[in-house]
């Protein structure tokens, strides 16, 4: 009898517990609709949730007005009316049990979007300019911030993975992990207009342009068909995948039979005694394009001898490599990891060890971008008893270059599949109200530069059809200066992506900031921010909010030959000068297409380019490097893109 009492009493209990769940049941929202949200101002805005109840009604307090709808299949919807600009206000919303959305503006809503340079933080990994004092500063409670994650999909997805609980608003305490070009952007569009601005961050480090298109838009173009199709089937797929692995296992043969390093299967160059002594020296950690070598591809060899006083006690030895490495001490293989971006954490027994000189090896495969040893300042072996600096000069070789090697097999996987972060980071987003869009991105497809004339242009209007708004705004950021100068004139797969971004300025109602005069060249990621962001909003504030400021520097519009030289015409000519002393930057080739560096002056507000050397021109390039340092301006001071006026093939033609 007792018994029973106990498992009759438990049932109740739990019945209880269950109807108090049912009872106390609140209504689901996406994950961007939340506390301190931003909806676009006057404007119609879809309204959508989930509830297990008949009818929702949502009460909006700028207007006071109550939407009722029923609710279908768990799913309701409603389309509110949003006023000019304002607040904070609220929204309730109501299934029988309510739930209220507090600190809502209305205002501008724009979608910052690209790969890394877009991503990068203020803080974090970021560390852009004078970055504490602006973390301290970014006190602007009418900017509001809303982060995706990195999130793919095989298949569009109805919900947005968010950080922080959804929208937070802009402050020193929430600031330092966001986009520092878009909080740059916003925050100068809001002193201007003062009015408030939502910001949505969906950006992703790395990533393909096509990545970030839908898979409809995709296919009207046909240079991602099979690796579409191997997203929809698993036998596509596993064929796909079969032949890039037999691709990959004879790339990966060439590779090691042409490493110099390598002799009959050993690492010969691990060993102690070889001649190193025509090797060169390479400061550690660094990368080593930054460091004579360009845009090398490939093996390279480093070696450091030190002295080590007690070697009864194992070694850790920590860094980064990109792409991949292997690690020897006095000949012994300690360890190898694959991976630009994992940490190297190895051990290295005190049976390898010897008191005095110990020889550290490391070979470093970079298959694209950044190359080299990197992370701490200080790199260092570590034991109980003894710290040994690793950082300085190390000897080096090359031990393959990738130029003599075929071209390496290629599969898109994870998050650069086609179409795979449209699907989870863009879709959800779609009936989320926007006033235009803001674009940073372009590195990762600078290989297949001239395809990139055809994808941006796609995915502008792709996302102008998603969203439902053929006249989205759409701006951009061009390349920045990157990578070694170069003393001639030549070939650049950067320049042809920047070209690729120009032209995409016929696109209507799109915009884009040139960067050539404020990046890096020995960093991807140029700290400088500020200026990235305030280009953009020049554009916004002239193009959208209709505000008189300059926005651009001189555009290419057309070219003419007279006699030896060629005559250029700009848009944004007005004010058109070198910013400092004389023109620099141009190039002029005749018929037999030789760039040779040449001589320009501005008369009557074009640029006349001419150069001893070519007594009959036919072409004129501008900026046409990786790293350019033409001085080309206006009376905005901002600087004029790069450009060519002819139309010879590029590196990149043909490549897919």
Not at 127 to 155: D, F, G, M, V
Not at 236 to 256: G, Q
Request: glycine fraction near 8%.
């Amino acid at each position: 009898m007792r018994k029973y009492f106990f498992k009759k009493t438990a049932l109740v209990f739990t019945l209880f517990i269950l109807s108090s769940n049912v009872i106390n049941a609140t209504v689901s929202l996406p994950s961007f609709f939340t506390d301190n949200m931003v909806l676009q101002q006057k404007s119609t805005v879809p309204f959508w949730g989930e509830s297990d109840k008949q009818s929702v009604s949502v009460t909006t307090s700028w207007d006071k007005k109550t939407y009722k709808t029923n609710v279908v299949n768990g799913k309701w919807n409603v389309v509110l009316k949003t006023p000019v600009y304002g607040g904070p206000y609220t929204i309730a919303i109501n299934d029988g049990d309510l739930k209220t959305l507090q600190n809502v503006l209305i205002g501008d809503v724009w979608l910052c979007s690209g790969q890394s340079n877009m991503e990068m933080p203020l803080e974090g990994w970021g560390k852009i300019n004078n970055y504490k004092e602006e973390i301290a500063n970014a006190n602007y409670p009418q900017i509001r911030l809303l982060q995706a994650e990195h999130i793919e999909s095989t298949l569009p997805l109805n919900t947005l993975k968010v950080q922080h609980d959804g929208w937070n608003v802009c402050s020193s305490k929430t600031i330092a992990d966001f986009s520092a070009t878009a909080y740059f952007f916003a925050r100068k569009i809001y002193k201007e207009k003062k009015i408030p601005i939502g910001l949505i961050h969906s950006s992703w480090g790395g990533t393909l342009i096509e990545a970030w298109t839908s898979s409809g838009a995709l296919s009207t173009i046909h240079d991602f068909d099979t690796e579409i199709e191997a997203m929809k089937s698993e036998t596509s797929r596993e064929a796909l995948e079969k032949k890039y692995n037999a691709d990959l296992a004879v790339w990966e043969k060439h590779l090691a039979n042409a490493d110099k390093g390598y002799e009959k299967e050993k690492a010969v160059w691990a060993k102690s005694k070889i001649d190193d002594s025509a090797w060169k020296t390479m400061k550690v950690p660094s990368f080593f394009d930054s460091n004579g070598l360009g845009n090398f591809d490939g093996i390279i060899w480093f070696r450091k001898t030190v002295n080590i006083l007690d070697n009864t006690k194992d070694f850790k030895f920590s860094y980064y490599a990109d792409d991949d490495d292997i690690l020897w001490v006095n000949g012994n293989y300690i360890g190898e990891t694959k991976g630009y971006n994992v940490e190297r954490h190895y051990t290295i027994p005190a049976k390898y060890l010897k008191k005095g000189e110990n020889l550290i090896t490391i070979r470093v495969f970079d298959g694209a971008g950044n190359g080299g040893i990197y992370g701490d300042e200080n790199i260092a072996l570590k034991s109980d008893k003894e710290t040994i600096s690793l950082t300085g000069d190390w000897k080096y070789v090359i031990g393959v270059d990738s130029k003599d090697l075929p071209a390496k097999p290629y599969l898109a996987q994870g998050q650069n599949r086609p179409s795979a972060i449209y699907n989870a980071m863009i879709a959800p987003l779609l009936d989320y109200k926007i006033k235009g869009v803001i674009w940073y991105q372009g590195e990762s497809n600078a290989e297949r530069a001239h395809q990139y004339q055809k994808l941006m242009p796609l995915l502008i209007n792709d996302w102008r059809d998603k969203f439902k708004d053929k006249n989205l705004p759409f701006f951009f950021v061009q390349l920045a200066n990157y990578k070694e100068k170069k003393k001639q004139p030549g070939d650049s797969d950067w320049a042809e992506l920047r070209e690729a971004q120009f032209l995409t300025l016929k696109v209507p109602n799109t915009g884009m900031a040139v960067t050539t005069d404020i990046g890096n060249g020995e960093d991807i990621h140029p700290k400088n921010k500020q200026d990235v962001g305030g280009r953009l909003a020049n554009i916004a504030l002239a193009k959208v909010y209709n505000i008189k400021i300059d926005y651009s520097g001189p555009l290419y519009k057309s070219h003419k030959i007279v006699h030896n030289s060629i005559v250029l015409d700009f848009d944004f000519n007005a004010g058109i000068k070198a910013k400092e002393s004389s023109l620099k930057g141009f190039s002029i080739a005749g018929s037999d297409q030789k760039f040779y560096w040449a001589e320009a002056k501005i008369v009557d507000g074009k640029v006349v380019v001419y150069a001893q050397e070519v007594p009959n021109p036919v072409a004129v390039r501008y900026n046409w490097a990786d790293n350019p340092d033409g001085n080309l301006t206006n009376v905005s001071g901002l600087p004029a893109s790069s450009f060519r006026t002819d139309n010879w093939k590029g590196i990149t033609e043909g490549k897919k």
